[in-house]
T-cell receptor
Framework: DADVTQTPRNRITKTGKRIMLECSQTKGHDRMYWYRQDPGLGLRLIYYSFDVKDINKGEISDGYSVSRQAQAKFSLSLESAIPNQTALYFC?????????????????FGAGSRLTVL | AQSVTQLGSHVSVSEGALVLLRCNYSSSVPPYLFWYVQYPNQGLQLLLKYTTGATLVKGINGFEAEFKKSETSFHLTKPSAHMSDAAEYFCAVSAQTTRQLTFGSGTQLTVLP
């Protein structure tokens, strides 16, 4: 089984629908992230969570919300999907165990969830 | 604030030729630098990272990168390209004082037979 599992892997929906993308991990990591990938733009951070009670907005959080249900689960919601939210979404985890270099922790990515909003 | 610029969104090389993917960064504090690779239909995986110490960093699959503070660069190289190196490569920066990893826009590497 994959260390970071994203569901669904592909989803097509209509404008205005509510969508939830789910992420679960078996790494035992405290830190979890949601990124969005668009061609030519790289990855942009939507939300991140350093533990169950610590949730923070990233650079493009508008139109999105998250829930950290447990250490292992971090879900991303689009309350009312719009076409420009069509993208590839990645969940990632990291472990701050590299003491003294907390910014240097390495991300482990899921395989991605491709969302199309019509 | 931190940012990353990857020069060249597409790079093509012949099999056996040198691979050079360029990355320049901006950071107000000493940076941590990373290269990630994304194979088709997969998530990103770490190639190599620089935190402190030796400025020439070796990674997986024969790749290496050199941190040059004076040039604010962290270019990725491989002496001899293999067909299996075809993928998209992302440079990223973070720092001990930041909580976020900032990615570049990516470089798609094509390896020609």
């Amino acid at each position: 089984d994959a260390d970071v599992t994203q569901t669904p892997r592909n989803r097509i929906t209509k404008t205005g629908k509510r969508i939830m993308l789910e992420c679960s991990q078996t790494k035992g990591h405290d830190r979890m992230y949601w990124y969005r990938q668009d061609p030519g733009l790289g990855l942009r951070l939507i939300y991140y969570s350093f533990d169950v009670k610590d949730i923070n907005k990233g650079e493009i959080s508008d139109g999105y919300s998250v829930s950290r249900q447990a250490q292992a689960k971090f879900s991303l919601s689009l309350e009312s999907a719009i076409p420009n939210q069509t993208a590839l979404y990645f969940c990632a985890t990291s472990d701050p165990s590299g003491r003294g270099h907390s910014g240097a922790n390495v991300l482990t990515f899921g395989a991605g969830s491709r969302l199309t909003v019509l | 604030a931190q940012s990353v610029t990857q020069l060249g969104s597409h790079v093509s090389v012949s099999e056996g030729a040198l691979v050079l993917l360029r990355c320049n960064y901006s950071s107000s504090v000493p940076p941590y630098l990373f290269w990630y690779v994304q194979y088709p239909n997969q998530g990103l995986q770490l190639l190599l990272k620089y935190t402190t110490g030796a400025t020439l960093v070796k990674g997986i699959n024969g790749f290496e990168a050199e941190f040059k503070k004076s040039e604010t660069s962290f270019h990725l190289t491989k002496p001899s390209a293999h067909m299996s190196d075809a993928a998209e490569y992302f440079c990223a920066v973070s720092a001990q004082t930041t909580r976020q990893l900032t990615f570049g826009s990516g470089t798609q590497l094509t390896v020609l037979p």
